[in-house]
């Protein structure tokens, strides 16, 4: 057989390896639908395609976002030359692999986890609509939302209260 990746790039990221509990299997190690392709062990020498493997010291995301990074990568380039004409587009790796899906997959995880942000009960007050946060202060609302997710706010008066301060001006 081939040298997979993990073993070209002496990473440790194989199950049972060096660094496998430090900083994680490495999913390229584990990808069983690749396994076999290029003559590597299971994504051993297709890891270009697989999202969240361990590169030039960090974590690589999606294929769309690690594709120009692995077109440099020494492997990426090692197996390219070794396979020569019969190396698998990366288009029909991703399809083995069901990257719609995956990719659909990780949207979702992303929309779950801003949605978990700001699950459960929250301390507000009745009058004032401050939150108490997590350390017992207590925020204006626009803060603390803020603070857990993604919004931004604008301000503005709603019809009811915009009557009401006109009138107040009057």
């Known amino acids: 057989m081939k040298r997979n990746c993990w073993e070209f790039k002496r990473c440790g990221r194989e199950p049972g390896g060096k660094y496998a509990k430090e900083l994680g299997v490495c ?40 594709l120009q990074n692995c077109q440099k990568c020494d492997f990426y380039r090692h197996v390219k030359k070794e396979e020569g004409v019969n190396l698998l587009e990366s288009s029909v790796l991703l399809e083995m692999i069901g990257w719609e899906r995956e990719r659909l997959v990780l949207e979702l ?53 915009y009557e009401r301060i006109k009138k107040e001006e009057e």
């Open 27 to 66: 999913p390229a190690t584990v990808e069983t639908r690749l396994d076999g392709i290029h003559g590597g062990k299971k994504a051993g020498r297709a890891c270009w395609v697989v999202a969240g493997t361990f590169c030039r010291g960090e974590v690589q995301g999606t294929f769309a976002k690690k």
């Open 109 to 161: 995880q992303r929309a779950l986890n801003e949605v978990q942000k700001l699950s459960g009960l929250l301390p507000i007050c009745a009058w004032c609509k401050k939150i108490r946060d997590d350390n017992g202060y207590w925020k204006q609302i626009e803060e603390y939302i803020s603070e857990h997710s993604d919004a931004r706010f604008t301000h503005g008066a709603c019809p009811e209260c």
